[in-house]
């Protein structure tokens, strides 16, 4: 008899144990991780480095690796803000996993990182189905990008925990239809909040560093409708990575 295997949901099942696992030892340390996802050229970068300044200022530690499939631009910038910066080159790769990121942690995270931000690979489609043992799920979409948005990528706005609208300071300019977006997104995740904000002039500046602050404090974050199993995403490629099993498990002293 054949027994057929679904190579994929195998491997999407490891990432996820290995998430589980990367999850629990990040929080015996006492340090939350903030996953975020969004297309090439949303403003990630820029909103994530002002965020990083502004947790500088408050005094709240916290860190953050970037992935890209080459250059190590994004850290260069991201390192501007003053706090601990690492870069992930995925070698072609078009999104992060559970134990890429466990390995790349080790050694690195400092002890006393409270938040730590994930700048994942820029891309809506594969990085939605992979865990990172986040706490806090976050969806960026510039105002560049259309208000369909939302209904192109469900499974990516669908497993959101938060929305955030990025360069709002030209959003005349495109003749950006935010009610229509919102009500897109409500469509695919209904209740989920969305944030409007723009790196160059500050608007909806510290939201992000607020909202994560109070995941890592325990406050409930929103739970997407869309189950998380089975994931039902087909990516065309599946990648065998080490679980990241037994990772960062010392408290902060």
């Given at each position: 008899?054949?027994?057929?295997?679904?190579?994929?949901?195998?491997?999407?099942?490891?990432?996820?144990?290995?998430?589980?696992?990367?999850?629990?030892?990040?929080?015996?340390?006492?340090?939350?991780?903030?996953?975020?996802?969004?297309?090439?050229?949303?403003?990630?970068?820029?909103?994530?480095?002002?965020?990083?300044?502004?947790?500088?200022?408050?005094?709240?530690?916290?860190?953050?690796?970037?992935?890209?499939?080459?250059t190590?631009?994004?850290?260069?910038?991201?390192?501007?803000?003053?706090?601990?910066?690492?870069?992930?080159?995925?070698?072609?790769?078009?999104?992060?996993?559970?134990?890429?990121?466990?390995?790349?942690?080790?050694?690195?995270?400092?002890?006393?990182?409270?938040?730590?931000f994930?700048?994942?690979?820029?891309?809506?489609?594969?990085?939605?189905?992979?865990?990172?043992?986040?706490?806090?799920?976050?969806?960026?979409?510039?105002?560049?990008?259309?208000?369909?948005?939302?209904?192109?990528?469900?499974?990516?706005?669908?497993?959101?925990?938060?929305v955030?609208?990025?360069?709002?300071?030209?959003?005349?300019?495109?003749?950006?239809?935010?009610?229509?977006?919102?009500?897109?997104?409500?469509?695919?995740?209904?209740?989920?909040?969305v944030?409007?904000?723009?790196?160059?002039?500050?608007?909806?500046?510290?939201?992000?560093?607020?909202?994560?602050?109070?995941?890592?404090?325990?406050?409930?974050?929103h739970?997407?409708?869309?189950?998380?199993?089975?994931?039902?995403?087909?990516?065309?490629?599946?990648?065998?990575?080490?679980?990241?099993?037994?990772?960062?498990?010392?408290?902060?002293s």
């Open positions: 008899m054949c027994r057929v295997v679904d190579l994929k949901q195998a491997v999407l099942a490891k990432n996820d144990r290995a998430a589980d696992t990367l999850r629990a030892g990040l929080a015996a340390r006492g340090t939350t991780v903030v996953n975020l996802l969004s297309s090439p050229g949303s403003g990630k970068t820029a909103l994530l480095e002002r965020e990083l300044g502004l947790a500088r200022e408050r005094s709240v530690p916290v860190a953050a690796l970037t992935a890209d499939l080459a190590e631009n994004d850290a260069a910038r991201l390192a501007r803000s003053g706090v601990p910066v690492k870069q992930i080159l995925t070698d072609g790769l078009c999104h992060l996993e559970a134990g890429m990121l466990a390995r790349h942690l080790e050694g690195w995270l400092p002890d006393a990182a409270r938040l730590l994930v700048e994942n690979v820029g891309n809506l489609v594969c990085p939605a189905s992979y865990d990172l043992g986040e706490t806090l799920r976050v969806v960026l979409a510039s105002v560049t990008e259309g208000e369909d948005k939302p209904l192109k990528y469900p499974t990516a706005f669908g497993l959101a925990h938060l955030v609208v990025t360069k709002t300071d030209i959003a005349e300019a495109v003749e950006f239809d935010e009610p229509e977006f919102r009500a897109n997104v409500e469509r695919v995740n209904p209740g989920v909040e944030v409007l904000t723009s790196a160059r002039r500050g608007l909806g500046l510290g939201t992000l560093l607020d909202r994560a602050l109070a995941a890592a404090d325990g406050a409930p974050v739970t997407p409708v869309m189950a998380r199993e089975p994931h039902g995403h087909d990516h065309g490629h599946t990648h065998d990575h080490a679980d990241g099993a037994g990772v960062l498990t010392q408290p902060h």
